[in-house]
C-alpha cells in the first residue's frame, strides 16, 4: 500500500470523542475518521488551495486565546510543495495576533473556501519554516468538507486598494459591530486544545446570528459532518476566536469570546433547524476597517 494512502490513527481527542458518543456517533466516526482525515493532501486538494484568493487562519495568542485571521493575495500565492507541505506567500500585519503567534513549530488551522464553487478543505498542521515573503506549513491533518451553509458569492480583486486603517481594539461590541453580525450569513470561528488549533466555517440565512440582552452571541449548530472539531476543542477549552467579513466594504471584524454550549431548551428551539447552541460571551473586538481588499458578488 502506498504509504500516503494508509488510513491515519484515530485522529479525534477526548472533546470530540465526547461529543460523538453522545450523538451516538461514536463508532461510526472513529471508522469515518481514521478513512477521511489524512496526514497529507490529496492532489486535488493541492490543486484547490492554489486557486484562492484569500485564506482563513486559527492561531492563539500569548495566553492561548484562539483568533481567527485572513490572509489574502493573488491566485498562487498558496502552494503545495508536497503532499505534506503548504507554503503561504503571505505575511499577516504587524502587531496582529497571527503574526505574533507565527513561529516554528507553531500550530496553525487553515481552511481553503471558494464560495461560487462552495469547496472548503481543512488542513491543520505547524509552522515548519517562515521567512520575509511568508511561511510553510507541514501537514498534520489533512480533510474535506461538505458545502452545506456556504453562501455562494465570487471573489474580485480591487484595483489599487487602499491600504487598511490602523486596527480598533475594544471591549465589548459596539453598534457597528452589532449591524455586521444582525446581517452577517458567514462567520469563521477558530478553537484549541492541547496546543493544537483549528478554524472552521458557519454559515445560514442572514442573521442566523443573534445577540442577547446581556450581548451574547447566539450561534445555532446545524448538522454537519459530526466531526464535532470546533465543538470539541471547546468542551474541554471554552475560548474561541470569531472572525465575520464584511464582504461589501472588506471589514474585519475579529472577536474573542468564551463559548457555552446549550444543549436544548427554548434557545434551541428559538433557531429553526438547529440541534445545539453555542452562547459566546464577548471578550475583546478588532475591528480592521479595508482589512482584506476583495469584494464579493451578493450572496444566494
Known amino acids: 500500500m502506498d504509504p500516503l494512502e494508509a488510513p491515519t490513527a484515530d485522529p479525534f481527542h477526548a472533546g470530540e470523542h465526547a461529543l460523538q458518543a453522545r450523538a451516538g456517533l461514536r463508532a461510526r466516526m472513529a471508522d469515518i475518521g481514521a478513512r477521511v482525515i489524512r496526514d497529507h493532501m490529496p492532489d486535488q486538494h493541492r490543486d484547490f488551495f492554489a486557486l484562492l484568493p484569500f485564506l482563513l487562519v486559527g492561531s492563539v495568542d500569548g495566553q492561548g486565546q484562539p483568533w481567527a485571521s485572513v490572509l489574502h493575495g493573488a491566485p498562487g500565492f498558496v502552494q503545495s510543495p508536497d503532499p505534506r507541505r503548504l507554503r503561504i506567500a503571505a505575511r499577516p500585519p504587524a502587531g496582529s495576533a497571527l503574526a505574533a503567534h507565527l513561529r516554528a513549530g507553531a500550530s496553525l488551522g487553515l481552511l481553503g473556501l471558494q464560495p461560487h464553487t462552495r469547496r472548503r478543505n481543512r488542513m491543520n498542521g505547524r509552522v515548519a519554516a517562515l521567512d520575509d515573503d511568508g ?166
Open 135 to 300: 511561511f510553510e506549513v507541514a501537514v498534520e491533518h489533512s480533510f474535506g468538507n461538505c458545502p452545506k451553509y456556504i453562501r455562494v458569492r465570487e471573489a474580485r480583486a480591487l484595483d489599487g486598494a487602499a491600504l487598511p486603517v490602523a486596527p480598533e481594539a475594544g471591549p465589548a461590541l459596539d453598534d457597528e459591530a452589532r449591524a455586521l453580525i444582525a446581517d452577517a450569513d458567514t462567520l469563521f470561528i477558530a478553537s484549541a486544545h492541547a496546543g493544537q488549533v483549528d478554524v472552521s466555517h458557519r454559515g445560514g440565512a442572514p442573521g442566523f446570528v443573534r445577540i442577547d440582552e446581556e450581548a451574547r452571541l447566539l450561534l445555532p449548530d446545524y448538522a454537519g459532518n459530526f466531526f464535532f472539531n470546533t465543538l470539541g476543542n471547546l468542551l474541554l477549552e471554552p475560548r474561541a476566536g470569531l472572525l465575520f467579513i464584511d464582504f461589501e466594504r472588506g471589514d474585519l471584524l475579529q472577536l474573542s469570546a468564551t463559548a457555552e454550549l446549550i444543549w436544548d431548551g427554548p434557545l434551541v428551539e428559538a433557531h429553526p433547524g438547529a440541534l445545539r447552541l453555542l452562547r459566546l460571551s464577548v471578550t475583546g473586538m478588532v475591528r480592521t476597517r479595508g482589512g482584506l481588499p476583495l469584494r464579493w458578488s451578493a450572496g444566494e
